[in-house]
């Protein structure tokens, strides 16, 4: 079987536009007027990423890009790349070069790992949480504005897999859909009538009731919304393999090992990018 690496990050391309705009944000007008006055221009210094707390590594390609965007003549040097478990102490990376330009660049360094890491941290214990299942635990549009990218590389970071990136991705049928459209065989047929061969259905539902008309409609993916458990594992015996089955709804880290259980294929969570603990990580000199 061939070796995928799942957590290889976006195109810079893609994120610089993010952390040069972190960057002018916290420059402002004056620049970075503290280290200007107290750090003679001429004085060098190393300094070391250090992670406080256990947890999972995600956002060190932010900080790289952050580094060399305030000073180009900054060396970092890579210890733990992104994806690597950590613990209280690991060397992280260490960056060499101007104090000022290290200083000025340390905060927005800090909080793209401090997030990322804690997303890639919660999805970790997630995919740990149903090993031995054959659910994959994704993520959702539930993300920051401007930041979807990087939290869903947080995600793989972390073990997870990625749903939808936006509205263009795939189609899914959510139950304001299904009022608007008169039900969810004419919200289906529509979809059908006007999409490409390439781009798949999701149909959310929220009863059996409505898993049976879509299965009946042959809908690509179902995804079962806040069932519970006994619902959950009657849709897999409806299903009986016919589609992709998806559970959203009341998912933690207390909840996911008996959803799983019930041989749903996906978990979605949201709160792997809008509620996930900041990882604590530290740049000292």
Known sequence: MIALDFTRPPAALLLEPVVRAALLEDLGRAGDITSQLTIPAAKSATARLVA???????GLICAEIAFRLVDPALALDVATPDGSEVSAGTLLATVSGSARSILTAERIALNFMGPLSGTATLTAALVRAVEGTRARIVCTRKTLPGLRTLQKYAVR???GFNHRFGLDDAAMVKDNHIQAAGGIRPAIESLRAGLGHMVRIEL???SLAQLEEALALGVDTILLDNMSLDDLRRAVGMAKGRCVLEASGNVTLQSVRAIA???VDYISSGAITHSAPNLDIGLDF
């Open 52 to 58: 406080r707390k256990p947890g999972r590594l995600a």
């Open 204 to 206: 959310e539902v929220d």
């Open 157 to 159: 970071c972390g073990g």
């Open 261 to 263: 259980e019930t041989g």
